[in-house]
């Protein structure tokens, strides 16, 4: 599913939602990762077994495993992963110098 996933690329991690543990964060079930992961949502009333979508930066690649910066770092299977946006690398620019006369 997600074969050219790439160091710097912004990825999508879908999770579901397990329980709301305060008024303004939320505790959800990432696929692949055996741990519990709480997020702030204070702009939805996200329900019990409703996806979610998490965005982040990859930022290790070790075969299989992915590792995406969700806030923390989260090490999940490549295949849960969507492509959001590619890293394209900065532009060179020419140099703010005056050319000599």
Same mark, same amino acid.
């Given at each position: +599913?997600?074969?050219? &996933?790439?160091?710097?690329?912004?990825?999508? *991690?879908?999770?579901?939602?397990?329980?709301?543990?305060?008024?303004?964060?939320? /505790?959800? #079930? &990432?696929? /692949?990762?055996?741990?519990?992961? #709480? *997020?702030?949502?204070?702009? /939805?009333?996200?329900?019990?077994?409703?996806? +979610?979508?998490? &965005?982040?930066?990859?930022?290790? *690649?070790?075969?299989?495993?992915?590792?995406?910066? =969700?806030?923390?770092?989260?090490?999940?299977? +490549?295949? &849960?992963?969507?492509?959001?946006?590619?890293?394209?690398?900065?532009?060179?620019?020419?140099? =703010?110098?005056?050319?000599?006369?």
């Amino acid at each position: +599913m997600a074969k050219g &996933i790439n160091i710097g690329d912004e990825v999508a *991690i879908t999770a579901t939602v397990r329980r709301r543990v305060t008024e303004d964060r939320v /505790s959800v #079930s &990432i696929p /692949s990762y055996g741990f519990p992961h #709480s *997020i702030v949502d204070r702009t /939805s009333q996200a329900k019990k077994g409703q996806p +979610m979508e998490l &965005i982040g930066d990859v930022t290790h *690649i070790d075969g299989d495993l992915v590792t995406v910066n =969700l806030g923390v770092p989260v090490t999940v299977n +490549m295949d &849960i992963l969507r492509l959001v946006t590619p890293y394209v690398p900065p532009k060179q620019k020419p140099p =703010l110098v005056d050319k000599p006369t």
